[in-house]
Antibody, heavy 117, light 110 residues
Framework: EVQLVESGGGLVQPGGSLRLSCAAS????????MHWVRQAPGKGLAWVSF????????SHADSVKGRFTISRDNVKNTLYLQMSSLRVEDTAVYYC??????????WGQGTTVTVFS | QSALTQPPSASGSPGQSVTISCTGTSSDIGGYTYVSWYQQHPGKVPKLMISEVNRRPSGVPDRFSGSKSGNTASLTVSGLQAEDEADYYCSSYAGNNNYVFGTGTKVTVL
């Protein structure tokens, strides 16, 4: 079964850091581009970060640029999102997704990040 | 990286059709054929319904179709059913490995 399982979310104060992980199984992880997408409470979807299959190319939304870093370990079949200098507005459910022709065809169940002051 | 513009709501009776628009710019929708659509039921994970403007992934009913003209993409749901009531989001590639989502549309089946 194709599956993505996120972990690492939690409660953190503004200015703090968290590292999210996404464990992939059931498919050839190293062959796929991947994304992080977030959804603030009661709000819509927002693209956060992209990484290509070998990790050599990444990009981030302007709202997180310089604070978040996407990476991957193709041996461990795991995607990461290192988040630092967290702000209240980063509070959201964070989804790990698989890219298929720039459509996101597999989604994890999400992990919740809450930044509170 | 401004969000794509969608109408907040749309509705139709069972069996009717509903079309949702998604307006961007020449830097995203107008510049590429990488427009996708997602369905999200309350409390659930989003589901890919359309990719590359009009491709349906396996398992998605053919009642769902996509199109694009200029800077605007559209999702049409024909033969509306009760289970189609959900939030729908468009998304587009925006160049330089950047992506953008739409503001979302709540579809109500009357």
């Amino acid at each position: 079964e194709v599956q993505l399982v996120e972990s690492g979310g939690g409660l953190v104060q503004p200015g703090g850091s968290l590292r999210l992980s996404c464990a992939a199984s059931g498919f050839s992880f190293s062959s796929y581009w991947m994304h992080w997408v977030r959804q603030a409470p009661g709000k819509g979807l927002a693209w956060v970060s992209f990484i290509n299959s070998d990790g050599s190319t990444t990009s981030h939304a302007d709202s997180v640029k310089g604070r978040f870093t996407i990476s991957r370990d193709n041996v461990k079949n795991t995607l990461y999102l290192q988040m630092s200098s967290l702000r209240v507005e980063d509070t959201a459910v964070y989804y790990c997704t698989r890219d298929l022709f720039s459509g996101m065809d597999v989604w994890g169940q999400g992990t919740t990040v809450t930044v509170f002051s | 990286q401004s969000a794509l513009t969608q109408p907040p709501s749309a509705s139709g009776s069972p069996g009717q059709s509903v079309t949702i628009s998604c307006t961007g710019t020449s830097s995203d929708i107008g510049g590429y054929t990488y427009v996708s659509w997602y369905q999200q039921h309350p409390g659930k994970v989003p589901k890919l319904m359309i990719s590359e403007v009009n491709r349906r992934p396996s398992g998605v009913p053919d009642r769902f179709s996509g199109s694009k003209s200029g800077n605007t993409a559209s999702l049409t749901v024909s033969g509306l059913q009760a289970e189609d009531e959900a939030d729908y989001y468009c998304s587009s590639y925006a160049g330089n490995n950047n992506y953008v989502f739409g503001t979302g549309t709540k579809v109500t089946v009357l």
